[in-house]
C-alpha cells in the first residue's frame, strides 16, 4: 500500500511539473507577430560636400535615396506597411503593401529642403526618423554611382 501511495505522488508531482514547465514556456515564448524594428536611410547622406560645413550629415532636395525599413517575422504582418515622408505639415506615401521580406526598401526623394519625418506603421506600431535636407544635385549613375552633391552652408 505504501508503494502505490509512492507511485501515486510521483506521478502526480510528474504531471505537475510537467504542466509548469509548459506554462512557462508559453509565457516567456518570444511573439510570432511581425515587429518593426525601425526606418534607417541606406544611401549616404550628401557626397563629400558636407564635410566641415554646417551641412553634415545633410541630405539632398531632388536627389533619391534608399531607405531600409526592418521587419522580424515579415510574414505575420497583418497590415500593410506604411512608409511616409512629411514636411511643413504636408505628407507623401513612399510605400503601402505587405512585407515580403525582413527589410523592405523603397525609394525616397525629397523635395525642398526642410525638417522631414520619415514615418513607417505596420501593425499599429510606427516609428520615426528626423532627416535635415538641404539643396541637392543629383549626380548622373556613371559619376559617383550617382552621388548627391549636396550645396554646403558655412
Request: glycine letters at 12%; charged letters at 15%.
Amino acid at each position: 500500500m505504501i508503494q502505490g501511495h509512492r507511485t501515486r505522488a510521483r506521478f502526480a508531482c510528474a504531471v505537475i511539473t510537467f504542466a509548469a514547465v509548459g506554462a512557462a514556456g508559453a509565457t516567456f515564448a518570444a511573439p510570432a507577430d511581425a515587429a518593426l524594428r525601425g526606418v534607417a536611410i541606406g544611401t549616404p547622406a550628401g557626397y563629400g560636400s558636407s564635410n566641415g560645413s554646417t551641412n553634415y550629415d545633410v541630405y539632398g532636395a531632388g536627389c533619391t535615396y534608399e531607405l531600409d525599413v526592418v521587419v522580424d517575422n515579415p510574414k505575420t504582418a497583418t497590415s500593410n506597411l506604411k512608409v511616409t515622408s512629411s514636411v511643413g505639415g504636408r505628407s507623401v506615401t513612399i510605400y503601402d503593401a505587405k512585407p515580403t521580406t525582413s527589410v523592405v526598401k523603397p525609394k525616397w526623394r525629397p523635395t525642398a529642403p526642410g525638417r522631414y519625418m520619415l514615418s513607417a506603421t505596420l501593425d499599429g506600431v510606427t516609428k520615426t526618423r528626423a532627416v535635415n535636407v538641404g539643396t541637392g544635385v543629383q549626380f548622373p549613375d556613371f559619376i559617383r554611382s550617382g552621388a548627391c552633391f549636396v550645396v554646403p552652408i558655412y
